[in-house]
């Protein structure tokens, strides 16, 4: 029989829709039902969830309705209690570091949601806390592990692009505004007092995505706007939005490749899915999101000839060329979390660390300084 370690887990903030869905239903708990995970050296892991947040009531109903033991609202007595090995941490990010500095100074192991900071200084003071405290950390990664995107990888891998020239992106979809349809975001995603933003929430994202894909970012513009400045909260009061609803952004990556990715929460969907890439490259170009991947060849690409006067009846989407789900794909936050417990458990090196958690909000503080002063950026090279 093979050796199983059971690994406590603090989670902190599931009463949140992301840490609820993603992290504790779909990931841990999902791990926990099945039995753990098997690790490549022979033995197996296990879970044992602990929730941690401000309402014993909600906590207490979460732990009924999903037969969780454990729960408390003192973090520092979860903390101080060995049996909990992983702090996992889904808060707000105005009270992610503090939480992160107690669970480093604790000696637990760091799983955390991103940003992993406020600012770039706060986050690569937790990189080196948590470097001189000899722990382990890992960072939410979770758009690298989407089908479509494992797929892309497998064609860039596969030197399907040859040399590529250019990556676009769109992302986003219409928040209602809250005063006739409740938003779908809350209220705090656009206040910049609270940490609201979308360069703040998605260009961590978009940083990861294009460093582990393509290459280092050396330099971000970025054009921001509040396009919608009067929306409506929970409670359906008013209030005025101070955070950008929308960011246009050009990125310089390595081997002169260039990104362009919109990110907004003001745009009408008209695309196959809410996010999506194109990738050209000298010898083929390919279009994926969350599932899908189409592409097309450099020897099976028309050749359009511009006529404004004669009405082009050509269907360009018919030819390309869906690229088939050869694999099953897990849930990718599962996948990330079963990924991160097995180098936790064996020891190995973490590349999703807290110092890539501060490049990311690197790459944020580029945005909005580029933002701010309407100007380009140059990104440099972080190490602790």
């Given at each position: ?276 890439f194109q990738v050209d490259g000298t010898h083929g170009s390919a279009v994926v999101g969350l599932f899908g991947c189409k592409i097309q060849p450099r020897n099976a690409t028309p050749k359009p000839v511009w006529n404004p006067d004669v009405e082009d009846t050509h269907d360009y989407a018919a030819d390309w060329q869906t690229v088939p789900t050869n694999d099953v794909f897990l ?54």
């Amino acid at each position: 029989m093979a050796n199983v370690r059971e690994i406590g887990i603090i989670m902190n903030g599931v009463s949140g829709r992301m840490g609820y869905r993603q992290h504790l239903v779909r990931s841990i708990l999902a791990i926990r039902d099945q039995g753990g995970i098997e690790l490549s050296d022979g033995s197996k892991a296990t879970v044992k969830p602990i929730l941690v947040g401000r309402s014993e009531e909600k906590l207490a109903e979460l732990a009924a309705r999903h037969d969780i033991a454990d729960y408390t609202t003192d973090l520092d007595a979860a903390l101080a209690d060995p049996q909990w090995e992983i702090y996992a941490d889904f808060l707000v990010t105005k009270a992610r570091a503090t939480a992160i500095r107690k669970a480093i100074a604790a000696g637990r192991a760091i799983y955390t949601e991103k940003p992993t900071a406020e600012s770039l200084e706060e986050a690569i003071e937790l990189a080196q806390l948590a470097k001189t405290a000899g722990v382990k950390t890992g960072v939410v990664h979770d758009k690298l592990y989407l089908p479509g995107l494992q797929k892309l990888k497998r064609l860039i891998d596969s030197g399907f692009f040859g040399r590529i020239l250019s990556v676009r992106g769109e992302f986003g979809y219409w928040v209602f505004e809250g005063d006739w349809q409740r938003a779908q975001r809350p209220s705090w995603n656009y206040r910049t007092e609270d940490g609201g933003g979308i360069i703040t929430d998605m260009f961590p994202h978009w940083n990861y995505v294009l460093e582990n894909l393509f290459g280092r970012v050396r330099s971000v513009y970025a054009q921001a706007a509040v396009h919608i400045a009067d929306r409506w909260d929970e409670k359906g009061e008013h209030y005025d939005a101070t955070a950008e609803d929308a960011a246009y952004g050009i990125f310089e990556l390595d081997g002169g490749i260039t990104a362009t990715i919109n990110s907004s929460w003001t745009v009408r969907v008209n695309r196959d899915e809410l996010v999506e890439f194109q990738v050209d490259g000298t010898h083929g170009s390919a279009v994926v999101g969350l599932f899908g991947c189409k592409i097309q060849p450099r020897n099976a690409t028309p050749k359009p000839v511009w006529n404004p006067d004669v009405e082009d009846t050509h269907d360009y989407a018919a030819d390309w060329q869906t690229v088939p789900t050869n694999d099953v794909f897990l849930n990718g936050f599962r996948q990330q979390w079963e990924e991160y417990l097995e180098s936790y458990v064996l020891g190995t090196d973490y590349a999703f660390d807290l110092l890539a958690g501060a490049r990311g909000v690197q790459f944020a503080e580029a945005g909005l300084a580029s933002n701010a002063e309407g100007r380009r950026v140059a990104i440099e090279e972080l190490s602790l």
